[in-house]
């Protein structure tokens, strides 16, 4: 794990102040080791754990540190000295893997910070505008500084109620910004500013290609991209939840004979867990299971609220638990987060509507905002006076959407790239990596220059992806697949697993029709939905946590209309499904610890 802050300050103590009062705050979760540095006019504080990759150097005149696997595009993992030597030197770089990195310079009191390729590890900036600069991975370090006024952004606000995550790098504090994806962050001469690093090529090299030559290509990029980024020699984890993503990055490993130790959350009946056990027993891994208890979920909605300040919503509290699980498997753990996003294109489809024939924005739009409020119910929760904000966000996510492309499906999926899957998704990465840094393979501009050359009838839906896993992997094409449903077909399915699933359809509408008593009286067996309904046992913690703390909800949001769309926890909030509909509401909790 690596929380850290830089703090540019020329006030020698008020800087030492700050700094020693972050060190003792710093750490979210026990164990972690806290460290410092300090300069000319910087200082800088981090706590990470023993294992974490962090590589620090010294030198005349300034400072380097790596917090994670920056690697270059021969899979050469790049030093503190190499990174501060390139940006010295005026390289406009961004390098492969997960990872943070930041370098000073002392003589000419400049500072660079960059991070991954799409922005996932997460960097957030404030300054006063006289110089005092403060960066890290948390605004809630930023707020313990003399300087700071910890005053509400209403457009950061409306921008994670509308759609889960951040828009625009706005978050809820006042003039703190997150950076941009494949940015660089600038601090020189009195100045802040962002520029670009990366930005992902929109050719479409490889539209002659059929499917198969599509599919083909995945598998050797992705392959390639999995040995430079898990080479071999040592133990990895692997988060296995049974479905596509995870499963072609343990075909992958095994191909390269790693020592691979695989985790699955839930329990033995669970339908991910079935599909998971199936893939580790043919490819012979170790392979554990666990499942976070609801006593866990309270003070993981804590740090939830106080680490992230709702950046990704406000679903993420089962990841805030899973550390010591993580913890005990390896230094690193291989995971497919964000995966079905890059080389699968999984909601580029949001983008069309089959009725109309049309693709764009507008036509995407429900599903993104189905992850919050609907604009006119976002301006029924509002004040009189901030319902005009939903409209000045709504214009922001447009421009967002129409960013220079000459095709639609690449506007699509970079707009899920860097919305969903970088907050809601991405957010658990930063999570993991408390206990096990997190080794991401498509973190890779070899994988995402692959992904873009792709026309979008092969990227979309995932079809180049499944053609790659029953073409390299057909001894797990052939296993039960997760895909989040009691679908638990193969990809290469038998006759016996056609029948049993016409069987199992034939039964559930049977017992739907009788009055609900599916609903009522079987126990949910997809983990992923069990963890995100809001009437459980862990979450129902969470609201008698922080039901006395509705009155921290800031008061530009309407009690009447909060109360309504957040019913107390003695009351079941009903929902048509425990996680897409339940986010909104969920928000609503964080915000009322958040505010705390």
Known sequence: MANWLVVVDE????????????????????????????????????????????????????????????????GTLQTAASVRAAWRDGAVAQWDGYYAAAALDECTRSLTVGTDLLGVFPVYYWTDGSGLVLVGTSPELFRTHPRFRPELNVTGLVGILLTNGLVGGETLWRDVRRL??????????????????????????????????????????VGAAVQRHAPAGRTYGLLLSGGLDSRMLAGFLAEQDADVVALTFGRRDDVEMR?????????????????????????????????????????GVPEWAMHAAIGGLADR??????????????????????????????????????????????????????????????????QEYLRPADHEHHRAWIFDLQHRMRFHVGSAVWTASFASWPV?????????????????????GRRAETALMVKRFSSLAAQPLDRNSYDMRPLLPTL??????????????????????????????IYYRRIFDPNSPGWRAVRILAE???????????????????????REIITDGPIRSTSGAKILLGLALWGE
């Open 11 to 74: 006030d020698g103590v008020r800087r030492a102040e700050y700094a020693a009062r972050v060190a003792t705050l710093i750490a979210p979760i026990a164990g972690l080791r806290v460290a410092a540095e300090d300069g000319a006019g910087w200082s800088m504080v981090w706590a990470a754990a023993e294992s974490a990759p962090v590589d620090v150097d010294i030198g005349p005149g300034g400072i380097g540190v790596v917090w994670g696997e920056a690697r270059d595009e021969a």
């Open 180 to 221: 941009g994806p494949g940015r660089r962050l600038r601090v020189a001469d009195g100045r802040v500013w962002e520029d670009e690093g990366y930005r992902i090529p929109l050719g479409l090299g490889a539209v002659d290609l059929p499917l198969e030559g599509h599919a083909q290509q995945l598998a050797e990029v």
């Open 275 to 315: 599909c998971a056990m199936a893939v580790a027993s043919v490819l012979k891994f170790r392979h554990l299971a666990t499942e976070q208890s609801p006593e866990d979920y309270p003070a993981a909605a804590e740090r939830l609220a106080r680490w992230e300040a709702l950046a990704s919503g406000f679903c």
């Open 333 to 398: 753990v291989v995971t497919g987060h964000m995966m079905d996003g890059v080389i699968g294109g999984l909601h580029i489809g949001w983008a069309y509507d089959s009725r109309t024939g049309r693709m764009g924005f507008d036509e995407l739009l429900p599903t993104v905002i189905g992850w919050g409020f609907a604009p006119n119910v976002l301006k029924s929760l509002l004040i009189p006076s901030q319902s005009g904000v939903v409209d000045d966000v709504m214009d922001r996510l447009r």
């Open 440 to 460: 991401l393979p498509f973190l890779d501009r070899s994988v995402l220059a692959v992904a873009a050359a792709m026309p979008g009838c092969s990227l979309a």
């Open 496 to 525: 016996s697993h056609e029948l049993k699933y016409a069987a199992h359809l034939r039964w559930r509408r049977l017992a739907h029709r009788a009055r609900g008593i599916l609903r009522r009286r079987e126990r949910e067996r």
């Open 548 to 570: 006395p703390r509705r009155a921290k909800i800031p008061d530009v949001l309407r009690r009447d209309a909060v109360d309504a769309c957040l019913p107390p926890p003695e």
